[in-house]
């Protein structure tokens, strides 16, 4: 072998390891639910990222604030299923009742 063809093998290694990188990163991009907001909260805190209208969101912190009691770090998640449908996921040490009225007045309210 002369060093033009180890050069060349070497370089179509890496052009086809950034071919798969890209088709992986695609596969992600289109396979990962697509969120739609984020809500962490706890005994000190309120943080909402997403896009509400201020007259939901004014709401949303008042129901977490006064409603929910977090006295570990609680995210909720709202994440796009199917063509309308939202589903919440939950991160954090909630219990079964809070988590069910989450989901009550998220799903009533938006």
């Known amino acids: ?7 060349f093998a070497e370089i179509n290694n890496w052009v086809i390891a950034i071919i798969l990188i890209g088709l992986a990163l695609l596969l992600w991009k289109l396979l990962t639910p697509k969120t739609i907001f984020l809500i962490k909260v706890n005994q000190q805190y309120f943080k909402f990222k997403g896009h ?13 604030v006064n409603d929910v009691q977090a006295d570990r770090p609680l995210v909720v998640l709202g994440v796009k299923k199917g063509n309308s ?4 996921r939950f991160r ?3 219990d079964p009742g ?13």
């Open 1 to 7: 072998m002369n060093l033009t063809s180890i050069l």
């Open 52 to 64: 509400l209208p201020e007259s939901k969101l004014a709401r949303i912190k008042e129901f977490f």
């Open 85 to 88: 449908r939202i589903e919440l």
């Open 92 to 94: 954090g040490n909630v």
């Open 98 to 110: 809070t988590k069910q009225q989450i989901r009550n007045f998220l799903l009533t309210l938006l």
